[in-house]
């Protein structure tokens, strides 16, 4: 035993077994060595605390492991929902005070600027002013009640009953743009809120601040208020903002004097301003609206069957005094183009911005234009109508337009018609050829009359190419058996369809206010082979026909025409530049495409000298005349035309009358033919537009098919020195008989009445004749 110390307690040493563990401290985390277990529980599993718990089993530990996670992520949804719940109320909290809305005065002295034209070389062309400039502002006591309800059935016909915004459609809206899609949900507030702001984007943040300014606006003005805002500025279409202006441009009546159905129409253009010319989307918006009022019982069920579409006034009836004659429906192409996808701008925004818009029209060219036709027509038959357009190949860019004299107060012959083109359409039969592997030294059976396709046909005129006549010749000639036997029996007429539509026929057109297919047959099907000499469903817009024969021109490349090569801001900013996008039109390798353009030109380039048209100054020019014949007779015409182009600049030419199938005769009372008045008008004018301009010549094409005609197996029907035996005396050749002389020039002669009636075949007397070409 040891020694005890002094003043020590005595101590009781126990047996090891029996000895209490060392105490000391638990280590610091940052002390510890990590194991996996210790990351899994998140604790100390120290073995001096665990020593007595069982180990866990791995089925234990997986389900220990899931349950942990189970539990974070049911926090994290208790987080997101309160988020969810918490988050857009401090949203709108936060930007409540940040925001405001615009006050009306404001938005309406914003409104109305004047637009400014000017030709392409910068000069002034002219100003579009806005019928609703210098307005007075109403006052709610002071529009109808008629007016107020249309316009509530068409925005927001829940507008007294809710706070500034229609919940159910913002989650609507929220829900289609999460998934991809496009809508609006906007109630009548977020409406005036947005066309004021001029912010339209498909986006949740604009959706967010426009509900924010209509929560805050209906907190600080009463409905009567928003409402009276709302008509005083909106855009109407036609250049209107305000319903007071509206109700000018398409009615010119005062708003006390519009019907229940006449507000309906108008306020249902408010969604679609820029289509306020097409006549099928207006009549569904109007009939959409008058449901709506008939649903709220602000019409009855009489009045609402008693309705019909009630159609607005002509656009040109309507507008501000301005541009006149021509430059009047220049100005209307512009303003269309602005609406249009091509520049994506908007009329509403281009009067609220003030812009000034670069013209593609050529003053001199303008000029030329009108000078040709005032030239040409000098004593003439004052019934008589014609229409020139001029496009560069090279951009697409229009240089003239002349839709006709009267401007805004006639019709616009150029783009507002649909014709059938006669032989000036025959140039589409060749690209369809040509693409099949024929060549312009393919031959046909060039003589007269045939039966073709169970189709009585003849020429125009007599002619000595025969049996083996190659097409080249044939288009010369414009020998309508060659082009309907290469129609009906090789190409077929969707071939010849189709390569209108990519040399520039559009496939659809607005026509008096429809949309409207073009080349095709009864029911949308195919066109007939009347198609082939430019008759029944060959039916086109003049100024088409110069954006097609501009794709020749530009070997094979397709440029959308347009009017508008540059918008700028009032401090000079670009709004929009015009930029070049030019894509093979006859095939999709351009080398393709270019070869069959060169060969179509190569056909066409001898028939402006063959028609008695040449270009002055030696310029290679290549065209195509045509005729559409009045029906039923046999020596009358009822349409002419021309279309050529040189390598710099392609035109066309139109004639009719407005009656439609009536005869057209010169001051000498004969028949007019393409190469006739139409003819003298697209040289005159080709002559001194290209003036002063370098003399270009058309590329050598690359031979497609067979390129040179073969020789002759036989000779031709009609007996020439050439072929004449040596034993029998010369004789002169068939010359071609003058259109007065001809006994028979109805291209397409059934043999009965009924003929014309047959499914697939040509009406009689609807041909392409055109002995002007000989």
Known sequence: MPPRNPGQEPTTQLPPVNRPAAQREPDLLTHREPDDEFLLAGVDDDDDYYDDEPELTEEEERRLRKKKIWKRVRIGAFVAFGLMILGPVLAVAIAYPLVDWPKPNEVADAQDKTITLKYSDGSDMGKITSPGQNRSMLTFDEIPPNVKNAVMAAEDKDFYDNPGFDVKAIVRAVWIQATGGSSGGSGLTQQYIKKATGNEEATLTRKFTELVKAYKMSNESDHNTILTAYLNTVYFGRGANGFKAASQVYYKKDMKDLTPSEAALIAAMIQTPSWSEDEEHSQKQWKYVMGQMLQKNWIDQAYYDAQQWPKPLPFEETQPAGLEGPLARVSQQVQNEIDSEMVGLTMEKAQKVGVTVHTSIDPKMQQAATDAVNSVMQGEDPELRTSLSAIDPATGAVKAYYPGKDGLKGIDYAKGTIQEAGSSFKPFDLVAALQMGKGIGDTYDGTSPRTIAGVPIRNASNS????????????????????????????????VAKAAHQAGIPETVNYNGKTVQTLVGEGGGPPNAGISIGADNAQVRPFDMASAYATFAARGVYRQPFFITKIEGPSGDILYQHVDKGVPAFDPVETKSRDIADNVTEALKEIPGFSKIPCAGNRECAGKTGTHELDKSVDQNSKAWMVGYSPQLSASVWMGK?????????????????????????????????????????????????????????????????????????????????????????????????????????????????????
Do not use: H
């Open 464 to 495: 000595t190419c025969g049996k083996e006549c190659p097409i080249k010749q044939a288009m010369k000639e414009s020998l309508n058996t060659v082009f309907y036997d290469m129609v009906a029996n090789d190409t077929g007429t969707k071939a």
């Open 658 to 774: 407005d009656q439609g199938n009536v005869a057209i005769k010169n001051k000498q009372n004969k028949p007019i033919f393409g190469s006739g008045l139409p003819g003298q008008i697209w040289k005159k004018f080709m002559d001194a537009a290209l003036s002063g301009t370098p003399v270009e010549k058309f590329a050598k094409p690359q031979p497609l098919g067979q390129f040179n005609p073969p020789k002759k197996s036989t000779p031709p029907s009609s007996v020439t020195p050439s072929n004449t035996p040596s034993n029998t005396p010369p004789t002169e050749p068939t010359k071609p008989t003058k259109p007065s002389e001809e006994p028979c020039q109805v291209l397409l002669c059934p043999t009965n009445p009924t003929a014309s009636s047959t499914p697939g075949r040509p009406n009689p007397g609807n041909g392409g004749r055109d002995p002007g070409d000989t």
